[in-house]
């Protein structure tokens, strides 16, 4: 079975038709969006940012004072990343890191933020279907959130087997994950749930629990 990183550099070009973003992914997507509800001016870290399907409601959400920061180790996502951010004219918005977000160096990424907006930390973290992909994910997480101001906002949109009547697409879902090279056991938003300010855990299911949405400040 091809590892995680040939899979999605080999399928960048694909991806954003195969992944089942309309009829499945893109509603977890839009959920955790909603939840994260990042603010104008905000800069915000999208870790495993791939073909970088997030940008369009980040880059929106944080105007041309904010900056998107898409992370992905994938030269081939992030060259359609790019492509996409060329066309749609966010150049003034959007900045693209190529790295393992196991190996994310914190001095790189306050540079960029210092270089770019003029400040050392970023205001949120966004990881749609990543983090179940990276083997190392506590490290990732970890890294990720060294980046992060105090009391900034954090995402996570991931899978989980789908319940109740949906259960009957169990099956499938886990093809997708599967081939996805996902982990679906791996409930990684649970990581954003145990590190949250007391009080502040917002979660939200989509497709008969399948997807998992959770959004929360960080201490
Ligand atoms: C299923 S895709 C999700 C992409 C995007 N977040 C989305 O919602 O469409 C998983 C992404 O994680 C990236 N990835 C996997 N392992 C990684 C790692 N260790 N460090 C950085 N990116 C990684 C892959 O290259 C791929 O772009």
Not at 46 to 65: I, K
Not at 95 to 111: G, H, K, M
Not at 117 to 127: E, P
Request: proline share 5%; glycine share 10%.
């Amino acid at each position: 079975m091809a590892t995680p990183l040939r899979r999605y550099s080999a399928g960048a070009r694909w991806y954003d038709v195969l992944s089942g973003e309309r009829w499945v992914y893109g509603a977890g997507r839009a959920a955790g969006i909603e939840l994260l509800a990042p603010a104008r001016g905000d800069i915000v870290v999208d870790l495993g940012c791939g073909t970088g399907l997030n940008f369009p409601a980040l880059a929106a959400a944080v105007g041309r004072e904010g900056l998107v920061v898409g992370v992905d180790r994938s030269a081939e996502m992030l060259a359609m990343a790019r492509r996409r951010v060329a066309d749609r004219g966010w150049g003034d918005r959007v900045r693209i890191i190529q790295s393992d977000a196991v190996e994310l160096d914190e001095a790189r990424v306050r540079a960029v933020l210092r270089a770019e907006r003029d400040r050392d930390l970023a205001d949120g973290l966004f990881a749609t279907y990543a983090l179940s992909v990276i083997d190392r994910r506590e490290v990732a997480w970890e890294r990720a959130k060294s980046v992060l101001r105090p009391g900034a906002r954090a995402g996570v949109v991931d899978m989980q087997p789908p319940r109740g009547r949906w259960r009957v697409l169990s099956p499938l879902a886990r093809v997708a994950c599967a081939t996805g090279g996902a982990d679906i056991g791996s409930r990684p938003w649970r990581m954003l749930e145990r590190d949250a300010a007391p009080g502040t855990v917002q979660r939200v299911e989509r497709k008969g629990g399948h997807l998992v949405a959770v959004a929360a400040q960080l201490p």
